[in-house]
């Protein structure tokens, strides 16, 4: 249910990103790269990463950037509230 839930947020971000000139590919492999560093990622201040602060979310960054991903984009989903909301707590599952 959750996943359906992200999965609906993630094509409404996709769409969003098109006034950007982001490809819709891009935009989900994003969201996704997102989703994994959330999941995989051994965090020792979860609750300073939830806040989007601390090494542990500008390691995010950096990763995203290295993987060749836009970091606009980026900032754009995690200004998404409900989007970021949702990604962190599939993650936590």
Known sequence: MLMDHWGTLVR???????????DGYASEQLARAILDYSRFTRFRQWTLYTQQRGKEFEDLLVRLEQDGHSLEAAKRFLAEEELW?????????
Not at 16 to 22: H, N
Request: cysteine-free; proline content about 0%; hydrophobic content about 30%.
């Open 12 to 22: 409404e971000f996709k769409d969003s990103e098109k006034a950007y000139d982001q």
């Open 85 to 93: 909301k949702t990604t962190l707590e599939l993650a936590a599952q």
